[in-house]
């Protein structure tokens, strides 16, 4: 049997399909370090995001709050200086985070510090004491750092979010003045993690995808576009970061757990009502659409 031998076009035209192609995520913001903490190496900042284009935003309902990942408290390889109160334009890319909100902390959020003390039985003590809650919120990765100085005309503050993806899942939120749409995007960026256990396709890396939500006011863009959207369709966003405050309370959160022995703990509550009246501010930071593109 004769034995085939590939073209030099047909292997580039091979080649091609096995280049990787990345979905767009950038996103913009400028603001005032509220607080700086560390963690696992990296440096965290809470950033106050002024929507209004000034560096020092006096009006809370005009600003945002954004938590920004410096990793290894670098930017370009190179360490920064920062502390509260600076104000900094930062440049990067958005991704998930999933961490665990101890009990403890629910309750010291809530001004509820003594009700284990108060309303738990002893012997359920050790297992209440144990439990935490699976949270998810969005972080800003900073690639760029930038100090700016009040008054500073050189540094030109953009709020802007650019991002691709598949559309992985829709749901609806219903308010007293309508209906609004959110999409969570599968995000394939350069910085997804690659899987060790899995191949992806024509030889590339698996990865393992972030995951971003958009908003749609009423299930349209800003512009007022009604736009239809339906899972696994391919999306273009741009848009600018909004963030949803929401509360919570502790019944909600123990019974999102699933488990029966919490179930059980909770019907031994000495004040079971109070399960309900304790509640914690949540936040979910998510992209307001300006437009979208959808392919296909």
Request: hydrophobic content about 40%; overall charge neutral; aromatic content about 8%.
């Amino acid at each position: 049997m004769a034995t085939k031998i590939a073209t030099p076009e047909k292997k580039a035209k091979q080649f091609k399909r096995s280049v990787e192609q990345f979905d767009l995520n950038t996103a913009t913001v400028a603001g005032t370090i509220i607080r700086l903490w560390g963690r696992s190496g990296d440096v965290f900042a809470r950033l106050r995001v002024l929507l209004r284009g000034e560096l020092r935003e006096k009006d809370d309902t005009q600003s945002i709050y954004v938590t920004i990942r410096i990793p290894d408290g670098t930017i370009a390889g190179q360490p920064v200086t920062l502390q509260a109160d600076d104000v900094i334009l930062v440049k990067g890319y958005l991704t998930h985070t999933n961490y665990d909100e101890t009990l403890r902390k629910f309750l010291n959020v809530a001004g509820e510090s003594k009700f284990l003390e108060e309303n738990i039985p002893a012997e359920d003590l050790d297992t209440w004491r144990s439990i935490q809650f699976k949270r998810q919120n969005a972080v800003l990765n900073a690639i760029e750092l930038t100090p700016v100085l009040d008054g500073d005309q050189k540094v030109e503050i953009v709020h802007c979010v650019d991002l691709e993806g598949i559309t992985a899942r829709t749901w609806e939120y219903r308010h007293d003045r309508g209906v609004d749409l959110f999409l969570r995007l599968a995000i394939y960026d350069e910085w997804t993690t690659i899987s060790r256990e899995k191949q992806g396709n024509f030889g590339r890396p698996f990865r393992i995808p972030h995951y971003v939500n958009v908003l749609l006011p009423d299930g349209k863009t800003m512009q007022g576009k009604p736009v239809n959207i339906a899972v696994k369709q391919r999306i273009r966003v741009r848009g600018e970061l909004r963030d949803k405050g929401y509360r919570v309370t502790l019944r909600e959160s123990l019974m999102s757990l699933g488990s029966s022995e919490i179930a059980e703990m909770m019907g031994r509550v000495i004040n079971a009502e109070k399960l309900q009246e304790i509640s914690a501010q949540q936040e979910s930071l998510h992209v307001l659409a300006n437009a979208v593109i959808v392919y296909g």
